[in-house]
């Protein structure tokens, strides 16, 4: 599991900016721990990645 991001290093990072592809979650799957399911999925429409914390979220 990774270590949660520190909303200081976040705004360094520039997550959270950008637009359409370019754009940077401000919260990633790898923050949680999870029993459950978490996945990325490409969306369709800005063919960026999107970060899906449960399967209801994911369909």
């Keep these: 599991m990774a270590k949660k991001i520190s909303n200081k290093n976040k705004f360094k990072r520039k997550m959270g900016t950008g637009e359409g592809a370019n754009y ?4 990633t799957t790898s923050e949680f721990n999870s029993i459950g399911t978490t996945t990325v999925i490409r969306d369709w429409k800005t063919g960026r990645g999107v970060h899906c914390l449960s399967q209801g979220e994911m369909y």
């Design 24 to 27: 940077k979650p401000f919260i």
